[in-house]
């Protein structure tokens, strides 16, 4: 069979990304053209904002991806695109820009569900994961555990019901005052301080269902870092060693509920191997304790590469394979969905909390 180059498009928050992958595996070039810069003084995505800097960037991008990976518009078996779930806006021109193309280049046009490209990135690698799996999906939008039987065939386990892990780590280095996007910042700051130094709550940790609550956690960093009556109003009242304290219990707090989770997911779903993946997933503390667990409970863990953790065409390109291969192809009527694709949680799998 001949190789199948795939030119995958990815818009649906604020990074603007193309990639070329073949085979669905091999990266022949991925960019990343990040809108931290534009969002930082908000101190959060603005969604006109990100759909505008997506206008601006996505020639530019697609056409810098393929000079850097040496490809042609004739090259291509195919284009794929994120529909979803994401900033309707934003997802809109990835869209736009992927029917264009499928339209004046006469190229099958391939759909991809953004959340199954993170749950099934870690096998962007030498070394892929072999199905089934749990995969644990953390970025800045959703955080959820699911069973992966294959690639595009995933069973929901659990999710969050209120903030994503990433949510969760933006709004608390909100209020350390720490800058955005918080992730990246608390991992640093974190590793100079005592994870043991405040016992936040680790919210249904030992419950026996897989959904996830981190809004708790983050109004106690709240109270903590503010005061009760929001008495200093500000964390400037902190000494750098308080403040990395609170970082790296916070981040413990999470990180310790995620991995708990994960692994009696894994156990109840009777698998052999966990995969990971999202922006969430490249926190030094998930990757480290994630390994651990894993090791103590006979599992192999499975991590997405670092640079495919965050937002990224790559993943959705690799995934695109899967969908070419099964002749699931797309038309040009083809709209963004911003909400979740495949069906949330039914009412009767909810567990009581
Ligand atoms: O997957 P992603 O790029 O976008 C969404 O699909 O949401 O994830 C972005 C999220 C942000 O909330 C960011 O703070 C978080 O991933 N993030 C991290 C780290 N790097 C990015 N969170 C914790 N530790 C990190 N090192
Ligand atoms: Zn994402």
């Not at 981190?214 to 960093?221: I, Q, R, Y």
Request: aromatic fraction near 6%; charge should be neutral; glycine fraction near 8%.
């Amino acid at each position: 069979m001949s190789p199948c180059t795939i030119l995958g498009i990815e818009t649906s928050c604020d990074e603007t990304s193309a990639a070329v992958v073949v085979d669905g595996r091999d990266v022949r070039a991925s960019l990343v053209s990040s809108q931290v810069a534009l969002h930082a003084k908000y101190g959060g995505i603005v969604p006109e904002i990100a759909s505008r800097a997506h206008i601006e960037q996505v020639r530019p991008i697609i056409e810098q991806t393929l000079s850097q990976a040496q490809v042609g518009y004739r090259d291509l078996d195919a284009v794929a695109v994120t529909v979803g779930p994401g900033l309707v806006g934003s997802l809109l021109i990835g869209v736009t820009a992927a029917k264009t193309l499928a339209l004046s280049c006469n190229l099958p046009l391939v759909a991809v569900d953004h959340i199954e490209a993170h749950a099934t990135s870690a096998a962007l690698t030498s070394d892929p994961p072999p199905w089934p799996a749990v995969a644990l999906v953390v970025s800045g939008g959703h955080t959820s555990l699911y069973l992966v039987r294959d690639f595009l065939d995933l069973e929901l386990l659990g999710q969050t019901v209120d903030d994503a892990a990433g949510e969760a780590f933006d709004k608390v280095a909100v209020m350390l005052e720490l800058g955005y996007p918080g992730g990246p910042v608390i991992d640093r700051v974190a590793a100079r301080g005592n994870p043991k130094a405040v016992r936040f709550p680790r919210t249904w940790i030992h419950k026996p269902h897989f959904n996830f609550s981190f809004s708790g956690l983050k109004t106690a960093v709240l109270y903590y870092v503010y005061g009760a009556g929001k008495k200093y109003g500000s964390a400037q009242h902190l000494s750098a060693t308080e403040l990395a304290d609170v970082a790296a219990s916070f981040q413990a707090a999470l990180v310790q509920t995620l991995v708990a989770k994960t692994v009696a997911a894994a156990r109840h779903a009777g698998v052999q191997n966990v995969v990971v993946g999202g922006g969430v997933a490249a926190n030094s503390a998930l990757r480290a304790e994630l390994q651990a667990a894993c090791e103590q409970a006979g599992l192999h863990l499975y991590l997405t590469p670092l640079e495919y953790c965050t937002d990224n065409a790559a993943m959705i390109a690799a995934l695109a394979y899967r969908r070419v291969q099964r002749g699931e192809t797309a038309d040009l009527w083809l709209e963004p969905r911003a909400g979740l694709l495949r069906p949330a949680l039914r009412s009767r799998d909810r567990v009581a909390t």
